[in-house]
């Protein structure tokens, strides 16, 4: 038996992204991984469709955040390119279901990860369009990886993260539902990572040097869903040990944007440590499972958390280019003559097409449109609102058809309006998450709580709710002893100003040049302030007309409060831990922070300044 899902979110066929939300998704359309199949070898000259190239988990990794990218944006031409993909795979597919480019005597050695990671990408992709002969491929190629494990178990990669097959075992076994997928998914878990014993142990505070399998940031972001997905069968709580997990993690590792560290391995609560971009787009991906299994809107809070602060910092303005890891305290990018992180090179944090290693380039495109996936869902009775972004939904409600649209700026503003529309007279209940962040909260003028409000609707035409947000401003005290500023879900950080210096260049048989050449980023303004207050009384909140969401040239909404400079070093490249006096070297003056999001430069965990 497979347990249904609490809420089950929407194909990228039936929403139309618009407003800031569709800016964003065109600006990754026009940007790398919306052309990595144009200009990067392991994409273009993929082994996966009969090239030479890279044969393992790049061309999957892609096409898991193209595929839902070009349906959102409807996009022909992308469509086209994707299918030219999916096609080449399944017309190289083996005879007797092996999906993965490599010769039989190797299958035995092969990291099937990558097979796991390309089930995946084709049950999204028979998602939007019902492509029979790709079930068929996937039907086969599971088949088949459930034979090759009998005799050659689950290895590397493939073993850390085998909890990935469950999701196109489930949507297989939806369709199709033959006892031996359920098997199938048993099998992974028997094979697999055992994560649940790592954090029953002190494993991971002992793992503090070098690089491992077990305290890899990108592991640790995907197995927070394990559990989760294996309680569709199990009947487990669905959550108990991903709330364990992420607290454990947050705790000794987290970041201020919500998120934890990992360069590439898990590296304290250091503001200037690293983590990488994989990780975020994998822990958003697990938190929203998270949510449509469990129910719980916990999940998409910290979901939030991971799309306005964490993942717009990590890629450039155009993106274009990106970095391999990104700092809370990050006052330079450039090469420096020692390394700065725990297992990654001196070039991990430059932006650039592939900075230290290319997974990033090839999974950056995941984050944002799975993100717009997260919006709405289908409840058993109607249909509920995650995440207010945004567009607007076609659907059918009890045999008629109906029109969603999600009008509103929200996170930069505090206001959104559901425009439903119905051909004809129909009944259901409207969910809406309240975030936690909300000081109060009104549904069409009445209070409401936190968490999920149900309201009965009944549509004869047109019907119009509203939410109403209030935002805190609030100061969170960091593991550094220094504080960090936040208003709603928005973390806010000191925008440094910048430098530019670009580096073209080929190296590996792969060419770096405009736009997709590689960044070292300078300083041109002071780093080292202080808060001068922690009365929030005395912080200004000014909304700013803007277009593309996530850029230091024209943010959505700036704070502004007083600061002063202090004492603080940057040896190497970067801002030391902590200043070497938290008191003021300056007149107190009105300095105007920015959202995370919004920089490239910045500092995030500030002091409060002494008397």
Same mark, same amino acid.
């Given at each position: 038996?497979?347990?249904?899902?609490?809420?089950?979110?929407?194909?990228?066929?039936?929403?139309?992204? &618009?407003? /800031?939300?569709?800016? $964003?998704?065109?600006?990754? +359309?026009?940007?790398?991984?919306?052309?990595?199949?144009?200009?990067?070898?392991?994409?273009?000259?993929?082994?996966?469709?009969?090239?030479?190239?890279?044969?393992?988990?790049?061309?999957?990794?892609?096409?898991?955040?193209?595929?839902?990218?070009?349906?959102?944006?409807?996009?022909?031409?992308?469509?086209?390119?994707?299918? #030219?993909?999916?096609?080449?795979?399944?017309?190289?597919?083996?005879?007797?279901?092996?999906?993965?480019?490599?010769?039989?005597?190797?299958?035995?050695?092969?990291?099937?990860?990558?097979?796991?990671?390309?089930?995946?990408?084709?049950?999204?992709?028979?998602? *939007?369009?019902?492509?029979?002969?790709?079930?068929?491929?996937?039907?086969?190629?599971?088949?088949?990886?459930?034979?090759?494990?009998?005799?050659?178990?689950?290895?590397? /990669?493939? +073993?850390?993260?085998?909890?990935?097959?469950?999701?196109?075992?489930? /949507?297989?076994?939806?369709?199709?539902?033959?006892? /031996?997928?359920?098997?199938?998914?048993?099998?992974?878990?028997?094979?697999?990572?055992?994560?649940?014993? *790592?954090?029953?142990?002190?494993?991971?505070?002992?793992?503090?040097?070098?690089?491992?399998?077990?305290?890899?940031?990108?592991?640790?972001?995907?197995?927070?869903?394990?559990?989760?997905?294996?309680?569709?069968?199990?009947?487990?709580?669905?959550?108990?040990?991903?709330?364990?997990?992420?607290?454990?993690?947050?705790?000794?590792?987290?970041?201020?944007?919500?998120?934890?560290?990992?360069?590439?391995?898990?590296?304290?609560?250091?503001?200037?440590?690293?983590?990488?971009?994989?990780?975020?787009?994998?822990?958003?991906?697990?938190?929203?499972?998270?949510?449509?299994?469990?129910? =719980?809107?916990?999940?998409?809070?910290?979901?939030?958390? &991971?799309?306005?602060?964490?993942?717009?910092?990590?890629?450039?303005?155009?993106?274009?280019?990106?970095?391999?890891?990104?700092?809370?305290? $990050?006052?330079?990018?450039?090469?420096?003559?020692?390394?700065?992180?725990?297992?990654?090179?001196?070039?991990?944090?430059?932006?650039?097409? &592939?900075?230290?290693?290319?997974?990033? #380039?090839? =999974?950056?495109?995941?984050?944002?449109?799975?993100?717009?996936?997260?919006?709405?869902?289908?409840?058993?009775?109607?249909? +509920?609102?995650?995440?207010?972004?945004?567009?607007?939904?076609?659907?059918?409600?009890?045999?008629?058809?109906?029109?969603?649209?999600?009008?509103?700026?929200?996170?930069?503003?505090?206001?959104?309006?559901?425009?439903?529309?119905?051909?004809?007279?129909?009944?259901?209940?409207?969910?809406?998450?309240?975030?936690?962040?909300?000081?109060?909260?009104?549904?069409?003028?009445?209070?409401?709580?936190?968490?999920?409000?149900?309201?009965?609707?009944?549509?004869?035409?047109?019907?119009?709710?509203?939410?109403?947000?209030?935002?805190?401003?609030?100061?969170?005290?960091?593991?550094?002893?220094?504080?960090?500023?936040?208003?709603?879900?928005?973390?806010?950080?000191?925008?440094? +100003?910048?430098?530019?210096?670009?580096?073209?260049?080929?190296?590996?048989?792969?060419?770096?040049?405009?736009?997709?050449?590689?960044?070292?980023?300078?300083? &041109?303004?002071?780093?080292?302030?202080?808060?001068? #207050?922690?009365?929030?009384?005395?912080?200004?909140?000014?909304?700013?007309?803007?277009?593309?969401?996530?850029?230091?040239? $024209?943010?959505?909404?700036?704070?502004?409060?007083?600061?002063?400079? *202090?004492?603080?070093?940057?040896?190497?490249?970067?801002?030391?831990?902590?200043?070497?006096?938290?008191?003021?070297?300056?007149?107190?003056?009105?300095?105007?922070?920015?959202?995370?999001?919004?920089?490239?430069?910045?500092? #995030?965990?500030?002091?409060?300044?002494?008397?």
């Amino acid at each position: 038996m497979l347990r249904n899902l609490q809420y089950t979110p929407f194909s990228a066929n039936a929403i139309k992204p &618009e407003g /800031w939300l569709k800016k $964003q998704l065109t600006i990754q +359309a026009n940007g790398l991984a919306g052309n990595l199949d144009k200009i990067w070898p392991d994409i273009k000259d993929s082994m996966w469709i009969g090239g030479s190239r890279h044969d393992w988990e790049r061309v999957p990794y892609w096409l898991d955040g193209f595929i839902p990218l070009a349906y959102l944006l409807d996009d022909e031409d992308m469509k086209q390119r994707a299918k #030219t993909y999916v096609d080449g795979i399944v017309d190289r597919q083996r005879e007797d279901g092996w999906l993965c480019p490599c010769r039989s005597e190797q299958r035995r050695h092969y990291d099937t990860w990558a097979a796991l990671l390309l089930c995946k990408v084709l049950a999204l992709y028979c998602d *939007v369009t019902g492509d029979s002969r790709v079930e068929d491929a996937l039907y086969k190629g599971l088949k088949q990886f459930s034979d090759h494990i009998n005799g050659a178990t689950l290895h590397d /990669w493939g +073993a850390t993260r085998w909890f990935e097959g469950l999701i196109p075992i489930f /949507w297989l076994y939806e369709k199709r539902p033959e006892s /031996w997928l359920l098997l199938l998914a048993k099998k992974l878990n028997i094979q697999g990572f055992d994560w649940e014993r *790592v954090f029953a142990t002190d494993m991971l505070d002992e793992l503090t040097d070098g690089w491992d399998y077990i305290s890899h940031v990108v592991n640790l972001g995907m197995m927070l869903k394990s559990r989760a997905l294996m309680s569709r069968i199990t009947g487990e709580d669905p959550e108990a040990f991903a709330q364990k997990a992420y607290a454990w993690l947050y705790e000794n590792h987290g970041m201020a944007c919500g998120h934890f560290t990992g360069d590439e391995n898990l590296s304290t609560t250091s503001p200037i440590q690293g983590s990488e971009l994989c990780s975020v787009n994998e822990a958003m991906f697990s938190f929203e499972n998270l949510f449509q299994i469990s129910g =719980n809107p916990y999940w998409l809070d910290l979901v939030e958390k &991971e799309a306005f602060n964490a993942l717009p910092a990590t890629v450039s303005p155009d993106m274009w280019t990106h970095q391999y890891v990104q700092m809370t305290n $990050q006052v330079e990018c450039s090469r420096t003559p020692h390394r700065v992180f725990r297992t990654n090179n001196e070039e991990a944090h430059i932006f650039g097409l &592939e900075p230290h290693y290319g997974c990033c #380039t090839a =999974n950056m495109g995941q984050g944002f449109p799975k993100f717009a996936l997260s919006s709405l869902y289908k409840t058993k009775t109607g249909i +509920a609102c995650g995440i207010p972004l945004p567009m607007t939904l076609e659907s059918e409600i009890n045999g008629t058809h109906l029109t969603c649209q999600v009008i509103t700026d929200y996170p930069f503003r505090s206001e959104v309006r559901f425009v439903f529309r119905a051909e004809a007279p129909v009944c259901f209940d409207f969910t809406l998450r309240i975030p936690s962040h909300a000081s109060s909260a009104k549904v069409n003028g009445k209070d409401v709580a936190c968490g999920m409000y149900t309201l009965p609707l009944s549509v004869t035409d047109t019907t119009e709710i509203t939410l109403s947000l209030d935002f805190t401003t609030r100061f969170e005290r960091r593991p550094s002893g220094m504080l960090a500023l936040w208003h709603g879900p928005l973390l806010y950080s000191l925008p440094i +100003a910048e430098r530019w210096e670009m580096r073209e260049y080929e190296r590996d048989g792969v060419v770096r040049k405009f736009p997709y050449c590689d960044y070292y980023i300078y300083p &041109e303004s002071d780093f080292n302030y202080g808060f001068a #207050t922690s009365d929030i009384e005395k912080i200004t909140v000014c909304e700013e007309d803007f277009d593309a969401p996530f850029t230091p040239k $024209q943010p959505p909404i700036r704070l502004k409060l007083p600061m002063a400079k *202090v004492a603080w070093e940057k040896p190497d490249g970067r801002c030391a831990l902590h200043p070497v006096s938290n008191k003021a070297i300056s007149n107190i003056e009105t300095v105007t922070l920015i959202p995370y999001g919004c920089t490239n430069l910045r500092m #995030t965990e500030m002091p409060l300044i002494e008397e």
